[in-house]
């Protein structure tokens, strides 16, 4: 069974800093596609960053310049340094990986989430 294992999140002062971790376990082939969703309350679930597998990286205009997404293909980790947060980053992010089953098959996968507050 494959799962997705988030850590990192907690309480963070405006313009401080956390890393969020997402580990892969379980049988699989390869871990392709990484990203990292967030949902803030009462707004939808949207896309931060991703990284594909060659460390081509995505991300959202609102994050970029402040939050770096970087991945362990060895270690099928990946990972979402955040820098300058604000309080409008205060959400639940969740690891989100597009994980190869088997020849030809790929499924997504999301982890738990975990909760980041940036508040004074």
């Known amino acids: 069974q494959v799962q997705l294992v988030e850590s990192g999140g907690g309480l963070v002062q405006p313009g401080g800093s956390l890393r969020l971790s997402c580990a892969a376990s379980g049988s699989f082939i390869r871990v392709n596609t990484m990203a990292w969703y967030r949902q803030a309350p009462g707004k939808e679930r949207e896309l931060v960053t991703s990284?594909?597998?060659?460390?081509?990286?995505n991300s959202a205009d609102s994050v970029k310049g402040r939050f770096t997404i970087s991945r362990d293909n060895a270690e099928n980790t990946v990972y979402l340094q955040m820098n300058s947060l604000k309080p409008e980053d205060t959400a639940v992010y969740y690891c989100?990986?597009?994980?190869?089953?088997?020849?030809?098959?790929?499924?997504?996968?999301w982890g738990k989430g975990t909760l980041v507050t940036v508040s004074s």
């Open positions: 989100h990986a597009a994980i190869q089953i088997s020849f030809g098959y790929v499924v997504v996968y």
């Open positions: 990284i594909a597998i060659g460390g081509v990286t």
